[in-house]
């Protein structure tokens, strides 16, 4: 069983900055790609970021050149920094774990692009 714990969320600024951060329970974690969802009042779930289990990350084109997906396997720990937040990158995001034919996903973190 894996679980995964988002933290980072808050209210920012346009402009600003935020890094948010998903804590994995278990030891496999460092086997598995890992990926960043997000979803914003009424619409669906989106990819954010994703990256392999060998470190190779793509991003939707919405956030390239503005968010970091990373991972640390000694800490089971991923990672998204977000810079130069726009108010339409408002929405609860969520951390996923695709093992097999389970999809995990994290409780999600709101973040709030507002002034």
């Known amino acids: 069983q894996v679980q995964l714990v988002e933290s980072g969320g808050n209210l920012v600024q346009p402009g600003g900055s935020l890094r948010l951060s998903c804590a994995a329970s278990?030891?496999?974690?460092?086997?598995?790609?890992m990926a960043w969802y997000r979803q914003a009042p009424g619409k669906q779930r989106e990819l954010v970021a994703s990256?392999?289990?060998?470190?190779?990350?793509n991003y939707a084109d919405s956030v390239k050149g503005r968010f970091t997906i990373s991972r640390d396997n000694a800490k089971n720990t991923l990672y998204l920094q977000m810079n130069s937040l726009k108010p339409e990158d408002t929405a609860v995001y969520y951390c996923n774990l695709p093992r097999g034919s389970v999809n995990y996903w994290g409780q999600g973190t709101q973040v709030t692009v507002s002034s």
């Open positions: 278990g030891s496999s974690f460092r086997y598995y790609p």
């Open positions: 990256i392999t289990a060998g470190g190779v990350t």
